[in-house]
Each structure stands twice: as structure tokens, then as C-alpha cells.
């Protein structure tokens, strides 16, 4: 919603969420932008998870100091010497470390960080905009920054009250063999299949976003997980075909759109 990365489902969520089960908790594996979790209703209880702890630091910010953090966004001067320092220098403070990281992803070209993006736009006015819906979206939700196969063995399920029937678990990693910028260790197959094999085994209903790439269908389709078209979409260099890879078949949904 104040986020700007590549990769943003925010054009394509409905299409997705179509195909997304009921549930009271939903638990984002990779946030990111929030772009599968800002534009859906909201549910009961979430979990948002993201390795990057740029994004993770940014949301708690939010939660926590969205006052200050406005003050520093309308005092923020947009220009080429702060996107270089903000380029070679971090931040420990947790409100500059969020501005800095704003910085680079909302006012730079495709977000690299590298040269700010100048043209017919107002990035820090649509920030101010959507930062007091940012903060009511993240009422009560539990922010985490941790490797993806580590979140759900922190999550307490009660066997009794069979939770995990429950909950939603919505997967957007790096898609494989794509261009990304983020904080993140080089992504590699093994963690794809690290997605497929955590989609099997947690017990609980999964779906997965990538592209069509004829590797990631085949080992998908191995393992007896389901994949759907959802549609192409422009990805920076060129148009690939969106899919969904779930682990529950599409007569067991009945999510419901605003």
C-alpha cells in the first residue's frame, strides 16, 4: 500500500484470491509490498513475515511510530546526493532506517536503488496518502523477519481446537530465474522446492505464487500439487504467465471478495 517493489501482486490479487480458501488466520511467508494482504478483506488474525528486515523494520515502524514517521516523510528532501549516501550508508535508528529504505524503493528506478526516478508522479504524497490505511491494516498483526522454513515451528496450533484447519498460507518468493533486488540471499531451485516441500508437509492449506517456468510446473506437478493460470503479466523485461501452485483443489474454496 506505501510500498513500491517489483513483483506487486496488487493488480492481480483478485485474480488470485479467487482461488484462495476461507480462513481466519492467513500467514505471509514473503510480504514484501503486501500487495496479497492491503487489498483483500481482512481476516480475524495474521502473521506477516518477511527475511528482509528493511520491509519487517518498515511495518513495526508503522505499527509503532506512524506519527513520526509521517513527520519525517513530509520533511524528506527528494535528491541524487541522499539516494547516494542513503546507497553506500544505513541506518540504525528504526524510523530513518524506514525512510531510507522508502527511499530507495519508492523513488528510484524499478527500486534498485540506484538513480532516483524522475517523471509526472508523487511518490512521498501517495506515501502520506495511504500511511493511515497502512496502519489500521496492520492493527494486531504479528510482524516476524525469518527465514521462511522457520515461521510455522514458531506458531503455537492447538491440536484440540484444530487450528491449522483454520489458517492460510500464502507463499510469494522470488520466482526462479528472475532479476530481483532485494535483501536477500541468492535465491536458488533448492529454495523453490524448499516452498513445494513446506506446501506438503505443514498441514495446512497453502497456495504459492510464480511464473509459468517449465521446471517449477514439473516438480510442482511431481510432488501432487495443483497448478492454476492465472494470467500473464508484464514482469520488468518482458510478459510471462502468472500461475498459482496450491496444495488443495479448487472445489475446496470459498473465499469471498469485497
Known sequence: MILTRPGNKRRIIKKLAKHFPVHKMRIELFF??????????????????????????LYLVIQKSKEELKRQIEILPISESL??????????????????FL????????????????GLDNAKESILKNLDKTFDYLKNCKIVSRDFREVLSMISFSKKLNDKQ?????????????????????????????????MISCGIKCAMSEFNHPK???????????VITIGERKNIKNRKVEILITNYADDQISFELN
Not at 177 to 186: C, D, G, M, Q, S
Not at 216 to 226: F, I, Q, S
Request: one cysteine or more; a neutral charge; aromatic letters at 18%.
Open 103 to 118: 527511499l530507495l524503493s519508492n523513488f528510484t528506478y524499478l527500486g534498485k536503488g540506484d538513480m532516483l526516478r524522475v
Open 166 to 198: 483454520h489458517c492460510f498460507v500464502y507463499l510469494d518468493p522470488i520466482y526462479f530465474e528472475t532479476e530481483y533486488f532485494y535483501k536477500v540471499p541468492n535465491w536458488s531451485f533448492k529454495d523453490t522446492i524448499d516452498c513445494f516441500e513446506l
Open 32 to 57: 514484501g509490498a503486501g500487495g496479497s494482504f492491503f487489498y483483500l478483506p481482512k481476516p480475524k488474525y495474521s502473521i506477516l513475515n518477511d527475511f528482509d528486515d528493511d520491509v519487517s523494520n
Open 216 to 226: 517449477v510446473v514439473d516438480e510442482a506437478k511431481k510432488r501432487g500439487l495443483n
Open 83 to 100: 539516494v547516494k549516501h542513503w546507497k553506500k550508508n544505513t541506518e540504525t535508528d528504526p524510523i530513518l532506517k524506514a525512510v531510507r
